[in-house]
């Protein structure tokens, strides 16, 4: 850099003195010549050399982004143990916990519901028809969504094979069951509240009358309507609405006619007429419901 500066320096000097603005006193115009044409030589080494230095310069960046392009494309994508870990479920998230059941579904097969407690060995005191029981048949149902077979044209979900029959359920596992099978409810409340005689409720009802309701529906191609289930208003006893035992359905056509094919089994001390289903159900014909006794 210091020579450079140096031959800058004569050559301006040179040229200073080539036109003239210095007056030597020894020198002639052979020298001024001389003089010029070596600046001009000195001025365009300079150049030269500074040209070519602006270009180096100016291709040191290009050839350095090559390794930064390849840095960012390795980096654009994560690797295969960054997204198993990104994709991995991590504690807390719900992985252990089962799907909610959709509204119109039945539970799927293998799938236990919740446990409940126990309801006491006798049902309460007021004995008696359940309003819900009485309702008429032109009262609306609740549960009327006929899933199955009977809107969509595809099979109905198999009933869970590992719930023992003994096994009480709660409301909502019981309504999304039958609902999922064809079978409606309704109640003359519009409600489903155990302690309220006018609803229908399916709460602590046993899952063998469940499972009755359903194979009733499907053996018999019948509507199938439930009046009454585990609310208070029937009458007690071991094996009693508020039991889970028995459920009340409404007549029709159709179950009046699948019913009555039963063998015939007498009469209850109230007058009603007894049939024993196949699979050893009896049915009770009472004024304006059919009343059911599961095994």
């Not at 390849?70 to 997204?83: D, E, G, N």
């Not at 699948?258 to 024993?276: H, M, N, Q, S």
């Amino acid at each position: 850099m210091t020579r450079l500066l140096r031959a800058h320096a004569r050559a301006r000097a040179l040229v200073r003195h080539a036109l003239g603005r210095r007056r030597p006193t020894v020198h002639g115009p052979v020298f001024r010549a001389a003089a010029l044409l070596t600046g001009l030589a000195a001025a365009t080494t300079t150049l030269a050399a500074t040209t070519a230095r602006a270009a180096a310069a100016e291709k040191a960046p290009a050839r350095r982004s090559a390794p930064v392009k390849a840095v960012l494309a390795r980096t654009a994508a994560p690797s295969p143990v960054l997204r198993s870990i990104l994709t991995r479920p991590g504690p807390g998230r719900n992985q252990d916990r089962a799907p909610l059941l959709p509204a119109g579904h039945a539970p799927p097969p293998g799938t236990s519901p919740p446990a409940t407690a126990h309801p006491p060995d006798t049902g309460p005191d007021d004995a008696g028809p359940s309003p819900s029981a009485a309702a008429p048949d032109s009262a609306p149902a609740t549960g009327d969504s006929t899933t199955g077979d009977s809107t969509t044209g595809d099979a109905p979900p198999a009933l869970p094979e590992d719930i023992p029959e003994s096994r009480r359920v709660e409301h909502g596992f019981a309504a999304d069951v039958l609902r999922a099978h064809g079978v409606r409810w309704r109640s003359t409340g519009g409600c489903s509240d155990r302690n309220v005689p006018t609803c229908t409720s399916f709460e602590q009802i046993r899952w063998g009358t469940i499972k009755g309701l359903v194979g009733f529906k499907k053996s018999s191609g019948c509507d199938v309507v439930v009046t009454g289930g585990t609310e208070r208003g029937h009458a007690s006893g071991p094996r009693s609405h508020w039991n889970g035992y028995k459920a009340d359905i409404a007549p029709n056509r159709c179950v009046d006619r699948t019913v009555e094919r039963w063998p015939f089994t007498g009469v209850r001390g109230d007058g009603a007429r007894l049939y024993r289903s196949p699979v050893g159900a009896l049915f009770a014909r009472e004024k304006d419901h059919w009343d059911i006794t599961f095994p």
